[in-house]
Structure formats: C-alpha cells, structure tokens
C-alpha cells in the first residue's frame, strides 16, 4: 500500500517561513514527477509547484521567488521550502506524486494535506 504523508504546515505570520515535507511509503518501484498543491476556500485547487525525478522544477508565478521545491529520492520525500510568505498563501496543500509500485502499475496518488495559515 503506497502512501504520501505530509508534514510542517501551521500558522506563521506574514513574511515567516514554514517547509513542508511529504514522504512516499510503501511498495515503490520508482517516483516519478512529485509536486504540491493547494486549495484556498472557495477557490479551486491549483498546482504550486512540481519536479520531476531528475530535478527539473516548475512554479507558479505567485510563488517565484519565494518557495523552492526539492526532493530526496533516496528518501523518497519532497519538501517545500516557504519563505516571505503572504496572507494570499494561506491554503491547504497537497502533496502529489506518479509513482510505480512494485507491482509495476503506475499510479498518481495524493496525500492527506496540511493547513498553513499565514496571518498576524
């Protein structure tokens, strides 16, 4: 049973920084593209960032600047580096990832998602 398990969410004060990580477990044959969503209320839910096995990452533009992506693939965990934070960021986020699993059946699977809050 692969599972993605978030971490590191909370409340912060504007410009304050959390990380986020998100470990894969399970029976994993490899990871493929890891990424992080998030979900405001009453907005729809929208990519934040992604990165693929080799290391190439991509953003949204609202964040640029301010989060950094990476990923351990020994420890088949993803982080979320989130610095300068606003108000606006303040969001449920989600970790995302395409993993193969020892059964060599390729999956897309989210994990559970962790509140952070950004306010003073």
């Known amino acids: 049973q692969v599972q993605l398990v978030e971490s590191g969410g909370g409340l912060v004060q504007p410009g304050g920084s959390l990380r986020l990580s998100c470990a894969a477990s399970?029976?994993?044959?490899?990871?493929?593209?890891m990424g992080w969503y998030r979900q405001a209320p009453g907005k729809e839910r929208e990519l934040v960032a992604h990165i693929t096995s080799g290391g190439t990452t991509t953003y949204v533009d609202s964040v640029k600047g301010r989060f950094t992506i990476s990923r351990d693939n020994a420890k088949k965990t993803v982080y979320l580096q989130m610095n300068s934070l606003k108000p606006e960021d303040t969001a449920v986020y989600s970790c995302n990832a395409d993993i193969i699993s020892g059964g060599l059946s390729s999956r897309n699977y989210w994990g559970q998602g962790t509140q952070v809050t950004v306010s003073s």
């Open positions: 399970g029976s994993i044959f490899r990871i493929d593209v």
